[in-house]
């Protein structure tokens, strides 16, 4: 009678753990079909210059901090996640839907971003429902959180080509449709599939209780990471238009770029994961950091097409670290708050492209693409000083196991 008790057990946590990839990977894809062919949509249907170019991804990405922050406090406090996500799911489809027939610089940037905004947030609630269910069955957190990753590149390997073969070969707004379709199958899976976890009374209060420790890492930690996403949005927004106007390769070499760098980027999450526990986190993003010089100091001296594909193993690393440990490193210094914990980190990104987006368009227009490259390498630099300030706390390394 025990065995036939507890075998459905097992069973029921793997379905779940199955649900998340698909989850992430579904998440990933929705996003890997709308941003790496963002800035060619808004130049040649949108015919948008490139200064504001660069401003729609920094009003994008200021209204997505607000959107996520609001959702984050709630979901932490007495918010359901599972109905949360799904309702991200549905908003970021109708977004998907206003892309594929709007050609309205402002009606985009105002109301498309906004319902866009609530898309992307799916993808950190995810995250941090993912935490909550590691924690509560006793899985390990950071290999779980790291496969989860994985997945999202795993989307972006396939993403970007199939993107520009879509957007390319049938039309931007194909494209947008499929991303709209991908929203819809993630809704279905998260309703169907995904634990629903309640806030409790208990576990606000102790959230609320829990004292501010490693404050000053945090937000060291904070700029490093916005840093590290600033240049690799500068690399998303600019690359495409650099091999096009000014290396004249062919259009699909960005996608692939940016397809071969996210297949690298799964082993790299994986192997990352396995040893953050033995070497901690501010080594692996040290790591992380020296690599995306090493990268950019690539694009700025080689314009071949195979060189250009060769540096994308230092792109690998440099993001793949970065988007596999820096989450979980936000974690550990904010326990009990998984939702803000991250979304903080989720927000670094969205301070990157108000960097990048600013910055890029600029100084395309100013000087021209190549110039961009700089920059990045800029704040590369300025990120080993954040990274080398952060104290390699052991508490911090070892919470997640």
């Not at 692939?256 to 082993?267: D, H, N, R, S």
């Not at 990352?272 to 694009?299: D, E, N, Q, T, W």
Request: proline letters at 3%; charged letters at 10%; glycine letters at 8%.
């Amino acid at each position: 009678m025990l065995t036939d008790t507890t075998a459905p057990q097992p069973r029921q946590r793997d379905y779940t753990s199955a649900a998340f990839l698909i989850v992430a990977f579904l998440t990933g894809i929705a996003g890997a079909l709308q941003t790496p062919t963002l800035s060619l949509f808004l130049t040649d249907e949108v015919h948008a210059r490139p200064a504001m170019v660069g401003f729609f991804f920094t009003g994008s990405a200021v209204i997505g901090i607000l959107v996520s922050q609001f959702l984050a406090r709630y979901s932490d406090r007495r918010g359901d996640r599972k109905t949360l996500i799904l309702a991200c799911c549905l908003l970021g489809a109708l977004g998907c839907v206003l892309f594929a027939w709007n050609r309205n610089y402002f009606i985009l940037l105002l109301i498309g971003v906004l319902l866009s905004s609530f898309g992307s947030t799916a993808n950190p609630q995810m995250f941090a429902l993912a935490r909550e269910h590691a924690d509560k069955t006793g899985r390990e957190a950071v290999m779980f959180s790291s496969i989860l990753r994985a997945q999202v590149s795993l989307a972006w390997v396939v993403g970007p080509p199939l993107a520009y073969a879509l957007a390319l070969g049938f039309g931007f707004r194909t494209m947008y449709l499929c991303a709209g379709a991908a929203f819809i199958v993630c809704g279905v899976m998260v309703w169907f599939f995904l634990p629903t976890m309640r806030k409790s009374a208990a576990a606000n209060s102790a959230r609320l209780q829990a004292p501010a420790t490693h404050r000053r890492d945090a937000l060291l930690l904070f700029a490093a990471c916005t840093l590290m996403w600033g240049t690799n949005c500068l690399y998303i927004i600019n690359m495409p238009l650099y091999i096009i106007n000014e290396l004249h390769l062919p259009e699909k070499l960005a996608g692939v770029m940016m397809g071969t760098a996210a297949g690298l980027e799964i082993p790299t999450m994986l192997i990352a994961g396995y040893y953050a526990s033995r070497f901690g986190k501010r080594f692996l993003m040290r790591i992380a950091v020296a690599a995306g010089i090493l990268f950019y100091i690539g694009m700025l001296t080689l314009h071949s097409a195979w060189m250009l594909l060769a540096l994308q193993a230092l792109n690998a690393i440099y993001i793949g670290i970065l988007a596999g440990i820096g989450m979980l490193y936000f974690q550990d210094l904010m326990p009990g708050q998984a939702g803000s914990a991250t979304t903080l980190y989720t927000n670094t990104s969205r301070v990157g492209w108000i960097i990048a987006g600013s910055l890029a368009g600029v100084a395309a227009e100013i000087w021209n693409y190549h110039s961009v490259f700089w920059i990045a390498l800029g704040m590369s630099l300025l990120t080993c000083y954040c990274l080398w300030r952060i104290k390699d706390v052991q508490g911090a390394v070892c919470a997640s196991r």
